[in-house]
Structure formats: C-alpha cells, structure tokens
C-alpha cells in the first residue's frame, strides 16, 4: 500500500483530475469565448466556500472511458444561496458533451431525491448534448434506461429553477421543462435533438436559432421566463427568482423588509389608469406602484402578453399578481395568455404564494385563431386551476370585466375577497358591443340611439351595483389599493394551517 504520505498524495492526484473537466485546453477555450465552466457557475449561484460535492469520483461506467470522464460530466452537491440551503447539478459540456449516462443519470436522482426529503430548492446549470450514444445504443443500451419509475415525476416539494446556457438537448432540456422557473442565456439553443440530427432526421437544413433560440422561448413556447446575456444574469435571475419562495412547499415564503417609499407610489394610480374604458394603459406600472418599491419579478413577460404574472412583495410579504394588460390586446385574454396564467396558478398554489389578480378586460379573445389553439380547453384549465387554487386569492376590479372572463379573473365566489374600484363597470358584454347584437344598431349609422341604449345597457354595471349584491366585498378608491390588499391579505392568511395551502395543484403537469 505504501507509506501514509504516499497514499495521500495518490488520493489528491485522484482529486485533481476529478477536478480537471475536460482539460486546460477545452476550458481554455471556453474562457476565451467568454462563458463560464461548470465549476465557475457553482461558484456563482453559491455563497463563497459554501459547496459540498458529491459524486467527485463518479465516473462512466464503461472501464475504458473512466480517465475521460471526471465527474461522469455532470457535477452536482449543496450549498447556499444568500445564505439558505440548495442543491445544484451542473452539466460540464467538456467531459463528453456533459451526455446523459447510466452513472451521472444516478447523481441526478440522488439530488432529487436528497432535495426533496430534505426540503431545498433543485437548480439544473443545463448545457448538454443529449443521450451518451454508446451507452444507450442498441438494445441492451436501452434497456439500462427508465430504471427510476419517478425520473420525470414533478410533484412540487421544493422549487426547481433551472438555467439554459448553451447547447442543451435531451435531459437538460426535460429538467428544464420540469422546472418552476427558466433563464435563457442568448445564444443558447432548447431543443428535443440537435440541429444536425435534425438536420438529417428531415433531410433539410436547420437553423439553431429557429430550432430552440430565445425568441422562441420566451415569445412562441413560454417555456423559457427571461432571456439574458450572459452566464452570470442566468445565476443572478435564479438567486432573485428563489429569494421570493419557501424553501419547500411546507412553510410560507420568507419575508424581506419593506423599502422606503413603498407606500407613495400607490397615490399615482390615478394618473396611471385613463378613466375612458377605451384607453389603453400598460397594467405593469399598476402593479409596480402597488407592490414594494423594485420588488416585482415578471415571469414569461415575452409570453402571452395580455396577461402580466409576477411575483412581488406587498409590505414584505411574497404576493403573486396576475393581470390582464389593456397595452396588449385590449387587455383580451387569449390561449397563450390562460396557459401563462394557468402555470403561475399552479406555481403560488404549490407554494403558498397569495395571489392578487388586477382586472381589466373586456373577456377573451375569440375567432378562429384562438379556437384553433383550443382556447375552450385552455379557459377551462385555467377555470380549474383558479379554484382548486388554495392559497389566499384577492381580486381588484379596475375599470371592466366582462362575460366569463370575469369568472376566470376572480369574479364571483372565485376569491377569497372582491374589491372593485369605483370606476369598475361589470357586465355579461361589453355595453359598445351589446347594443349591437342585441339591438343591431351601429354606431355609425344611427349615433343618437346608439348612444342613448349602450348609457342604458350600463346602468347596473357600477361598482355599487356589485357591493350591492356584496358580489364585490369592498367598492374602494384607487389610492387605497395598497392599502386595501395588504389588510385583506393579513384576515386571510390561512393562519389555521401557519400560512401553508392544501396544495391540489402541486401534482399538474408543468405545459397544459
């Protein structure tokens, strides 16, 4: 065996190569290029000196591949982000494309695993190329696949974030999708396969960007929540991203002082919101004078437009707004905007996370391009979602809602609490368009009766008309919102249960 020192020094070269990835000449490369290695990344998203490895001598399982593949190509263990606990699996593109394998595929459950029971968020540093084509070829090779029945089962425990930081097919691509919370780095590419296989999978040439870049991401799919520039914002979006939820889904968010000023802005709603019903307004400075000053983060803010979701601080407190936008669309809710609302649900529900719906919108958005995309179904889903819904849900009325809509965005006994502002107007239709198909008559052509049904087609439709039926809880004045919001969300805190949801929505599929 040798001396004591000669053992040492064997277990420290042992650890250095463990250590090295794929070489001084490919991290090299890399550096060159601008973009972080996988250990660096670590070293970003954890507080300095806080990683614990596991898994360092993991290797392939293949004799002849184990000097090549340090770590096995996916580097994973525990740490802390300002200061709480987390998990992280790093894939380390130099070691075989950081590919999937029988041995990294066991560190990756093991960290699941560990997370879970241990109740810690997951991060996933994603950037791989897919299945290890000899491990998995033939029948043999796939038969060492699918060994673990809860692989791709996500039921919620803990938060999952995960960052896509360049080529990423295959399993970084299905944690992604399995994830709570998504960053893009631009230039990074999110598909099932690569352009090349792709490529020769359809006999025509692909483009990468098109494939699985940003813009489809965040704008077309929604599977991806913000795009960035660089390795390091990836890390920084998903520190901030965390800081808002629980550790796990058995306590309540943490709470963060409330910053200077935070109770000001509020008194500009006024000035924000056009009183005239036609007038369009951007809903995400509503919500920004609302929340705490520089608290609110947009999630799928590229994605289905009509509706903004966000978390945010209220008084301290980690709130979730959903709202229609009257900047997009007419603020008119459309499939991609239930979806985008539908996984935010699914997200606070999971999490207790109280959520605050802003209304203003004159229903959804009809014709054939939405039946196309299922619109119907997507309605429902997010019908479905909103009631089984079990955190603390509050619904603020601000100039409209209309038809089902209006159920949907929190309307009726689908909140905890009602307010309306007093220039709410809530009816079946939108007056302008119900003098048309009730009584067919055009503006245009007859402007004197057109006028004088749609002043009578609102003359139940006030906010007073809806506390009278105490459909609405609270009839209030704009520059109360804040106020309004912080106290009801205080009388309905599920203090029974220490602030913690029934969580039914835990269990959803991550895309609808």
């Given amino acids: ?19 090295s990835m794929g070489g001084a000449e490919k991290l090299a490369r890399r550096a060159a290029s601008g973009v972080l290695n996988a250990r660096q990344r670590i070293d970003g998203l954890f507080d300095a000196g806080s990683f614990h490895e596991i898994g360092l001598f993991a290797t392939s399982f293949r004799t002849e591949d184990r000097d090549s593949t340090p770590a096995d190509g996916k580097i994973a263990g525990f740490g802390r982000i300002r200061g709480r606990k987390a998990g992280v699996v790093a894939n380390d593109l130099t070691v075989k494309g950081a590919s999937s394998s029988v041995t990294n595929g066991r560190k990756i459950a093991y960290m699941k695993q560990a997370t879970s029971r241990n109740g810690m968020p997951l991060v996933f540093l994603g950037e791989s190329a ?40 295959g399993s ?27 490529s020769m999978a359809i006999s025509q040439a692909v483009d990468p960007e098109e494939l699985g870049g940003w813009r489809l991401q965040t704008q077309v799919t929604g599977q991806v929540d913000l795009a ?8 920084e979006a998903i520190q901030r991203f965390l800081s808002y939820l629980p550790q796990h889904h058995g306590e309540p968010p943490p709470r963060a002082e409330v910053p200077a000023g935070s109770d000001t802005a509020a008194e500009r709603l006024l000035d924000l919101v056009p009183q005239e019903r036609s007038q369009v307004y951007d809903m995400r400075k509503v919500i920004d004078a609302i929340a705490d000053r520089d608290s609110v983060l947009p999630l799928k803010d590229r994605f289905g437009r009509a509706a903004v979701t966000a978390l945010a601080r209220l008084n301290g407190e980690t709130v979730g707004f959903i709202a229609s936008n009257p900047m997009m669309k007419g603020g008119a809710l459309d499939p991609d905007a239930c979806d985008k609302v ?34 119907p179904g997507k309605i429902m889903n997010y019908m479905q979602a909103l009631q089984m819904c079990s ?6 009325i601000l100039r409209k809602s209309y038809g089902q809509a209006y159920l949907n965005m929190g309307g009726g006994r689908n909140s905890d609490a009602v307010g309306a502002w007093f220039t709410a107007d809530v009816s079946f239709m939108d007056p302008a368009i119900g003098v048309r198909v009730v009584h067919g008559v055009d503006a245009h ?30 009839v209030i004045d704009p520059r109360e919102t804040r106020r309004y919001l912080i106290d009801t969300l205080d009388y309905q805190r599920r203090d029974l249960h220490g602030g913690v949801g029934a969580h039914l929505l835990r269990g959803w599929p991550c895309t609808f």
């Fill in 228 to 235: 960035v520039d660089t390795d390091e914002q990836a890390i």
């Fill in 130 to 169: 897919g299945a290890r084509m000899p491990d998995t070829m033939g029948a043999a090779g796939m038969g060492t696949m699918g060994h673990d029945p809860t692989q791709y089962m996500r039921v919620r425990d803990n938060p999952w974030a995960s960052a896509i930081l360049g080529p990423c097919y």
């Fill in 391 to 396: 955190v603390p849900r509050v619904s603020v």
């Fill in 445 to 474: 052509a007859d402007p004197a009766r057109y006028a004088a049904l749609a002043e009578r087609m609102q003359v139940d439709n006030s906010a007073y008309e809806l506390g009278a039926v105490f459909a609405a809880q609270s």
């Fill in 172 to 198: 970084s691509v299905w944690y992604a999708c399995l994830s709570d919370y998504v960053v893009m780095r631009k230039g990074a590419v999110m598909a099932v396969s690569s352009d090349r296989v792709t």
């Fill in 342 to 375: 539908t996984s935010f649900l699914v997200l606070c529900d999971s999490f207790n996370i109280p959520v605050i719906t802003l209304v203003d919108t004159p229903g959804f958005l009809i014709g054939v391009a939405g039946e196309r995309q299922k619109a």
């Fill in 1 to 19: 065996m040798g001396s004591w020192e000669e053992i040492v020094e064997a277990h420290r070269e042992r650890e250095a190569h463990a250590r």
